[in-house]
């Protein structure tokens, strides 16, 4: 009878979707158009939470999570943002489906609450309503902003945008769209940037297999904060409370972690990994 009664609640549980946590990293893969998510204090592979099977996503690139708990991701081959529930990957839908966006590469909700996004064919940051999709305005264009990536909004409220053609950081003002180049040393190939918890910002160099620290008031080149293995390509960035730093390294499939202080990053997982482009921290 016990015997009985334990197959019965294990059936049980597992008809159930696993529940993620707060702290789990959520990567999205574009070159195997799936999500992964992986187990924040271990960086072990938990589950492929949106797989190729699906066949929605096409080229996954940006990924973050929205005000209203859900997860949003850009899919830059079908030029969409598509929105997810984070424990069962069941598909809530297109967010966005605007004729302007082309080649979406990085998303962030700002301190407004709407959705910015890199548009990396026509070389702007579009800004859409957080809560209906729709298009609001353009939020940073400009002649010298070339293939934009990487997206951050800074302690001073300002949009910081990684313009990969030309190896710099530029600073806009959302509300305007205008912006100025404000960092352009040490990078080739720049790929995302976040700010960290000492408020310093940090760019992922794919280029030089490293990750890089600026000044966030003047843009001053700091340091090499972390450096990778050969064979790397350090493109997603985020940071866990501990002030650990996760890197998702493109061109290996692989996820390393960095300790607060810098130094070399150390591997945690080889799993679960297909064109790691970008990556989030569940709120």
């Known amino acids: 009878m016990r015997s009985i009664l334990l197959m019965l609640v294990g059936a049980i549980a597992l008809s159930f979707p696993r529940r993620f946590e707060s702290g789990d990293l959520y990567v999205a893969n574009i070159r195997s158009n799936e999500v992964s998510v992986f187990d924040g204090q271990t ?28 997860l ?22 297109a967010f966005v489906e605007e004729d302007g966006l ?9 301190p407004d609450g709407d959705l910015y996004v890199s548009s990396g064919r026509d070389n702007v940051v579009r800004h859409y309503n957080g809560r209906t999709g729709e298009f609001v305005s353009i939020a940073a264009a400009d002649t010298a902003l070339k293939q ?14 990684v313009n990969s053609a ?3 950081i530029m600073r806009f003002d959302p509300r305007t769209g205008r912006g100025a180049t404000f960092a352009s040393d040490s ?15 940090y760019v992922s160099n794919a280029a030089r297999r490293n990750v890089v620290r600026f000044d966030a ?25 501990d002030g650990r730093l996760f890197v998702g390294d493109f061109a290996s499939d692989r ?17 679960g990994l297909g064109g790691p482009e970008n990556i989030a921290i569940r709120p």
Do not use: C, W
């Open 43 to 70: 960086g072990t592979l938990k589950r492929v939470l949106v797989p190729a099977a699906s066949g929605v996503l096409k080229g996954p690139t940006g990924i973050a999570f929205g005000p209203d708990g859900n």
């Open 72 to 93: 949003y991701v850009a899919s830059s081959q079908s030029n969409q943002i598509f929105r997810y529930n984070p424990d069962t990957g069941e598909s809530l839908g």
């Open 102 to 110: 082309t080649m979406p590469f990085s998303l962030i909700f700002g």
């Open 148 to 161: 934009p990536i990487g997206l951050a909004f800074g302690p001073d409220g300002m949009l910081y945008v």
């Open 166 to 168: 030309h190896a710099n």
């Open 187 to 201: 990078m080739r190939f720049p790929s995302d940037l976040t700010f960290g918890p000492d408020g310093a910002l």
């Open 217 to 241: 008031e003047s843009g001053a080149f700091r340091d090499v904060f972390a450096r990778l293995p050969e064979r790397a390509a350090p493109v997603g960035l985020a940071f866990r409370k």
């Open 255 to 271: 996820l390393f972690i960095v300790e607060p202080g810098g130094g070399d990053a150390m591997l945690v997982s080889s799993e």
